[in-house]
């Protein structure tokens, strides 16, 4: 007989980005949960989210997030520091009993293992100016210099694949020319895109620089929230992967191939990839 709570439990864990950096976390979520069913989302037809207003990043997040509860995810993940900045709060406040995850640039464990004292954060201007962040960074730079480094560009090239390369190289140069006679040791990642440059910017900044990245942490916090609500899927069997786009699906179903094809097992899990409409929803007054 299938309870309300097993119907949950096999129910999608929900994953949302503008686009498709959020495969970053994805990526590990599956490693660490590889029997749960997924739901990606990339708002691809608004990407990127980093340039616009947070008032308006924080109403399409609200329209996601609405979506995917709509198709019956049990949990939510926002793979998306800039949508997490702008909306997490409201998200919150508007679907309490909802668990929501989402994500901040890893400030606190980069700045505990620096050993020069200086630290680089790479995010989109909605990120760096959010007031989440620089609450951040007051709770727990203590004392450690942080330099805010403005990824302009760099989600674009993601999306189009552009992962390394002369033009991509010479992007990461420019952006990091302010600081180049400052000796950072760690750089957080600030945006879900940026993992899939790691080659690009280890190569740029050299080996002895640490790329620190929130998504492992990102998926073990997802794990402890399912076991804590019981939601874990413990059926043995693989939950359905599906990846949708409110973009272009011939480009989104090529780019989830290059970046996270190499964790896809061809056993009996479904794996499908759709066009969706995601209507913007009127967000509720506070
Ligand atoms: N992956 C988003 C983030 O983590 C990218 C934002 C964008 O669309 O500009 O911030």
């Known amino acids: 007989m299938t309870t309300i709570h097993s119907r949950l439990v096999s129910s ?15 990526r590990e979520i599956v490693r660490l949960l590889p029997h749960e069913a997924t739901l990606y989302l990339a708002d691809q037809a608004r990407a990127p989210y980093g ?29 998306c520091n800039t949508a997490s900045a702008a909306a997490l709060t409201s998200l919150r406040r508007r679907w309490p009993d909802t668990p929501i995850v989402g994500m901040e640039p890893a400030v606190k464990p980069a ?4 050993k020069t004292g200086h630290v680089g954060v790479l995010a989109t201007p909605g990120t760096l100016r959010a ?6 960074v007051e709770r727990f730079a203590n004392g450690v210099q942080v ?5 302009t560009g760099l989600v674009e090239m993601v999306e189009r694949n552009e992962l390394t390369g002369s033009e991509i190289e010479a992007k ?19 945006c879900t895109h940026y993992p899939f440059l790691s080659e690009t910017l280890q190569r ?14 990102v998926a073990r916090q997802t794990q402890r ?17 599906r990846f949708v786009t409110t973009g272009e699906l011939a480009s989104f179903t090529e780019s989830v191939w290059i970046l996270v094809g190499d964790g896809m097992d061809d056993d009996a899990r479904a794996i499908s990839f759709q066009c969706v409409e995601v209507s913007s929803s009127p967000m509720p007054i506070a």
Do not use: C, Y
């Not at 999608?12 to 994805?26: A, K, T, Y």
């Not at 740029?204 to 942490?217: C, R």
């Open 12 to 26: 999608p864990i929900g994953v949302f980005d503008s686009g498709v950096g959020g495969l970053s976390v994805w």
């Open 51 to 79: 340039e616009r207003p947070s008032t308006e990043v924080e109403a399409l997040t609200h329209a996601a997030v609405a979506w995917l509860l709509g198709q019956g995810a049990k949990l939510i993940v926002i793979a």
């Open 111 to 114: 700045s505990q293992a620096t």
């Open 131 to 136: 007031s989440r962040f620089s609450h951040l």
């Open 147 to 151: 330099h805010t480094l403005m990824g």
């Open 172 to 190: 990461v140069r420019d952006i990091f020319s302010p600081v180049q006679n400052i000796p950072i040791d760690h750089l957080v990642l600030g």
């Open 204 to 217: 740029v900044l050299g080996e002895g620089v640490v790329l620190v990245d929130p998504a492992p942490a």
């Open 225 to 241: 929230v399912l076991q804590q609500r019981a939601l874990q899927k413990n059926d043995g069997q693989p939950g359905p992967w």
